[in-house]
C-alpha cells in the first residue's frame, strides 16, 4: 500500500511536500484536493486530517497533517540523502532555525501582501484597502526578505549550507506566492535571486515548474470563487485590514 498525499497546489505546504516526495522518487500517491470547492470539509477527508487542512498524509492506518513533520517523517520512513533534514547537529539546527523563524517572519508577510492584494482586484471579497495598510505590507515583505538574503542564505549556498535541505523548499514556496498578486520578489534582488536559481537547478526547472504553475494562475483561479465560498473568506480578510 503507497504512501498517499492530500494536496492542494495553491497552498505554499503542499508545494513544498509535493517537491521533496518528487524530487526524491518516493513510492508516493497524490489525491488533490480543492480547498476553494470545501473538499476538505468532507466526511471521508475528516477521517485523514480531523483539522481538516492540508497537506496531510495518510500511511496506512496512520494519518497526520503539517508539512515539516510530514517531510520529516518521509525523510526517515525512505532514508532521503541526508543534505535534506542533516544529521550533523549543527546542520540540522541552521535547517530548523529558518523553520521556526519562517512561520512568523515570511509566511504571514506573504499571505497578508497575497490577500490584500487580492481584494484591491477585487476578485474575493469587495473591501477597500486602504493605502497605508498596502505599503505597511510591502515594508513587512521587504524587511522579511532581507532577513532572510542577510541571515540565512549562504553564499554561494543555501539555507542549511552548502546543499538543499527541507529548509529551502519551505522558502522558496513561501517567497514565490505573492507573484500570484503580481507582485516580484525577486526583482533588484541579487542575491534572493541566485539563491532561487540553485534551488531550481537542485530541484529541477520542470519539476518546479509543475509545483508552481497553480499559483502563477491563483488570481483568475480566485476570481471564479462562487459566493458560496465569499463568506468563508471574509472574516481573514477583515482581520488583515482592520
Known sequence: MSLKLFLDMISQPCRSVFLFA??????????????????????????????????????????????IPMMEYMAEKFNTPDHWFPKDLQKRARVNEYLSWQHLGIRRVCFKLLSLREEVDGPVVKLEVPEDKMARAMEDLNWSLDLIEKTFIKDGGFIGGEQISIADLVAIVEIMQPFASGVDVFQGRAKLSAWKERVVQAVGKELFDEAHKTILSAKDSVKQLDSSKVEYFRPRVLRLIS
Request: glycine share 6%; aromatic share 4%; net charge positive.
Open 22 to 67: 518528487k524530487k526524491n522518487n518516493l513510492p508516493v500517491e497524490v489525491k488533490l484536493i480543492s480547498l476553494k470547492n470545501g473538499e476538505q470539509h468532507t466526511e471521508k477527508f475528516r477521517k485523514v486530517n480531523p483539522l481538516r487542512k492540508v497537506p496531510a498524509l495518510k500511511d496506512g492506518d496512520f494519518c497526520m497533517g503539517e508539512s
